[in-house]
Each structure stands twice: as structure tokens, then as C-alpha cells.
């Protein structure tokens, strides 16, 4: 077997689409297919079907359920796998192992082992995107890593989604489903939530966070079909809070803390909460202490995260039309009355109007700035969508720093992107 270097799997990504498009034009939900994945599986002799799984699926919260489950069942002693994605800075971010990244070594030899299947079905006409390439890795190495349970969180919808190859996991998650990727996922709540209730197979439970009315019927179908249970996890109520932390109580009557900020960050404990009872209930051994703990201990960087305080400084990931609801939700709870001085940076291919037409009410002024991704929205034309609204806005500059903004500032919060977090220092 060819041993290539990190340096050389990085370089291999960078050549590759996210997500193959499809041969025969098709667009939708029926643009994807999950054959060539399935096909590069079968020649590494079918990974998947050697571990057990959590699977995450949703619009908004995968991310942060994912890692209270993670820390849950860290404090638990099972050895836990977390397959999460967009990377902030590395890729090794996507595969960690009981909160550690996959190291450098471990990467360049997991690609390695993976290589040359992929050039065996290249050969034969058959191409797997990089999405499809780093799911196959995630398998090999939490197989190696002796994983106990692995935490897969899907990409973009559910259906056709390159984790959606597995056998039946213990446990289905679905975090807040909403309006996003309608392109591919369909227009209406009832489309969206079909996609996500995709990785439903039998032989699960599904746990989900309280949801429209449309789509908790779309899962009750869903679930009645493949003769599974549903838990609805109740909404938690907030007993105090303050800008480092909350204090929370959920609909058991059980009490809890988290330094996680936002009324969502609480359902979403509320959801891991009720995953980690259920595979509790499967014989994996989390006590209430593992619980609170893991609760406690959870930090995921860029959502609604406090970065100084005086003024505050927010900086969150939401990037879509709920995201932006609950951002301002939670700005309007922890400073009341106070305007915001905004730095979006927000992609074109995103509601953009309804995700100002959130935001801009409560804005004192805002500054645009370009996210790291070629699908950004050029600052200036951001910049002139705010200023219609009648909000002064200015394209962020060299001239212009984030103590220059703070200095006239109430609070200042750096919102619109998950891909934004990432140049978090370049702004700062």
C-alpha cells in the first residue's frame, strides 16, 4: 500500500467537489446518489456495518447536540467517535475521538488505506466526491480508534446524505428543523423534514427536539411506517442566567448548567439529554453525573459565544432564516434595549433578505465583510441591501478594527456564517 503524507491528502481534497454533480442533470432532492459511496465501501469490505451508531440530523443545533452527547458520554468512559462538519480551520476537526482531533499521522494513513479503492472505481468510471471520501475515513478510523459509539452528524439534508449508509443506529437525533439548502431539500417545512427523516430506518428510536406542527407529523408518519419510537423532548425552562452561563430545568424536573449561551443551547442540552437516557436504557453505562457534567463541560466555539465583555462582543454561526430568529431571540434576552453593532458576512445562496429583515431591527449600525467561501456575498452589495433598509452600513476595512467598533458600541455581535468563525482572528 502507497503511504502518502498529510500534506498530500490535503492537496487531494482541494482537487475534489463536495458533492458530485449529477451525470444525468438532475437537480433536487434527486440530484444525489449514494451508489458510488456504497461501491468504495464494498471494496474496504463495509466498515460501516462494524460500529454502532448516534445519527444527527436537522437545520440548526447538530452541531452543539453532537458535542453535549460527545462530552455526556466522555464523562461516561465510552469511548465516543464524532464525525461533524464544516471544518473551522483543519479537516482533523471532523473526526475526533473523546473531544481529540484525528492527529496528522492518523489522517495520512487512513487516506492511505482508503486511496486506492478510490483509484480502482475511478478506473472504472466511477467518482466519489470529498464529502463521500472523508465519511469512508470517518468509519476506518473510529474502527481503529475501538469506538464504542460514533456520533454521525449529517452534512445537508438526511435521505442522500454521505453518512446515510449505515445500519440502523441505536439512537436518531433530530435537532430544529427549518428553511435551508431549499434548492436541493424543497421549499416547503414539509419537503425539508422528509429529507431529514431520511436516516430513520427500523430498528432505531428517534429522539427530537419540539418542532413545527408540520413537521412533527412528517416524523410521526415516518416513524409509524418504520415501526419506531418518537420522543418529543419538551422545552426546558430557563431558572437564571447571565452572560457566562445558565441554569436550567427540564421538563422532568431535573436541573442543570451550561457556560453555552442562547435559549436554544438549552433544548439542545435537552435533546442530548434525552439521547444519553435512552442509550443509558441500552446498556451503556451514563449516570446522571456523566450527564450533568458533560452538560457543564461543553464549549462549541461560534455559537452566540461571548469573545470579551466590556463592551460585549457575540460572535455566532447562524446562517439561515431560524438561526437569525434565535439569534436576535438571544440578543434580545441578554441585553435589553441595547442596539447592535453588526459584522455580517453572509452567502449569496442564503435568505438573505429574511435574514436582515431579522437582524436589522435591533441594529445600530453594521459593517459587511466577505466570508471565506467562493459563495460569498460580495460585502458591497451587503452592504447596499442594509443601507435600503435604512441602516447605516460600511464595507469592513483595513482602516476599520473591532476595537475601532467597539469603542461606539453597546454590544457588537459578528454573525451570518459558519465559514465567518473562521477568520474570527483576520477580523479581530
Given at each position: ?84 462538519s464544516p471544518f ?264 438573505v433578505d429574511i ?53 461606539k458600541a453597546d ?18
Open positions: 500500500m502507497m503511504k502518502y503524507s498529510y500534506d498530500e491528502a490535503l492537496n487531494f481534497f482541494k482537487s475534489m467537489p463536495h458533492f458530485m454533480p449529477p451525470k444525468d442533470g438532475s437537480s433536487g432532492k434527486d440530484m444525489f446518489s449514494l451508489d458510488a459511496e456504497l461501491a468504495l465501501l464494498e471494496k474496504l469490505n463495509r466498515p460501516q456495518d462494524k460500529l454502532k451508531y448516534v445519527h444527527i440530523a436537522g437545520t440548526n443545533g447538530k452541531g452543539s447536540t453532537t458535542t453535549y452527547l460527545a462530552n455526556i458520554l466522555n464523562e461516561a468512559s465510552v469511548v465516543t467517535g464524532a464525525f461533524t473551522l480551520y483543519r479537516y482533523n476537526e471532523m473526526f475526533r475521538v473523546n473531544g481529540n482531533d484525528i492527529s496528522d499521522e492518523d489522517f495520512a494513513d487512513v487516506f492511505s488505506q482508503v486511496k486506492p479503492s478510490y483509484d480502482e472505481l475511478s478506473a472504472e468510471g466511477i467518482f466519489v466526491s470529498e464529502y463521500e471520501f472523508l465519511t469512508v475515513m470517518a468509519f476506518i478510523y473510529f474502527i481503529k480508534m475501538d469506538c464504542e459509539l460514533v456520533l454521525l452528524e449529517v452534512s445537508m439534508g438526511g435521505r442522500m446524505d454521505t453518512t446515510n449508509v449505515i445500519p440502523a443506529p441505536l439512537v436518531s437525533v433530530i435537532t430544529p428543523i427549518s428553511y435551508d439548502h431549499m434548492t436541493i431539500l424543497g421549499n416547503t417545512l414539509t419537503d425539508i423534514a422528509a429529507e431529514k427523516a431520511g436516516i430513520i430506518k427500523p430498528g432505531t428510536t428517534v429522539v427530537s427536539a419540539v418542532q413545527e406542527r408540520e413537521v412533527e407529523q412528517v416524523l410521526e408518519e415516518v416513524c409509524a411506517k418504520q415501526s419506531v419510537s418518537l420522543e418529543i423532548v419538551k422545552a426546558s425552562q430557563i431558572i437564571n442566567r447571565d452572560i457566562h452561563g445558565q441554569r436550567f430545568i427540564t421538563s422532568d424536573g431535573m436541573e442543570y448548567e451550561t457556560t453555552m449561551l442562547g435559549t436554544y443551547q438549552i433544548d439542545n442540552a435537552a435533546v442530548a439529554i434525552a439521547a444519553a437516557r435512552t442509550l443509558f436504557a441500552l446498556g451503556y453505562p451514563i449516570s446522571e453525573e456523566a450527564i450533568a457534567e458533560g452538560i457543564a463541560n461543553t464549549k462549541w466555539f461560534g455559537r452566540f459565544t461571548l469573545l470579551s465583555d466590556d463592551p460585549p462582543v457575540i460572535i455566532d454561526g447562524g446562517h439561515n432564516r431560524q438561526g437569525a430568529t434565535v439569534l436576535r431571540q438571544s440578543l434580545e434576552e441578554y441585553f435589553p434595549g441595547k442596539k447592535i453593532t453588526f459584522v455580517l458576512g453572509i452567502l449569496a445562496d442564503k435568505e435574514i436582515l429583515d431579522t437582524l436589522l431591527p435591533i441594529a445600530d449600525k453594521c459593517y459587511t465583510v466577505a466570508v471565506p467561501n467562493p459563495r460569498t456575498m460580495p460585502p458591497e452589495k451587503l452592504a447596499e441591501m442594509i443601507s435600503s433598509r435604512g441602516v447605516d452600513a460600511v464595507v469592513l476595512g483595513a482602516d476599520v478594527t473591532l476595537d475601532s467598533i467597539k469603542e454590544v457588537v455581535c459578528i454573525a451570518g456564517s459558519l465559514y465567518l468563525i473562521s477568520q474570527i482572528n483576520n477580523i479581530t
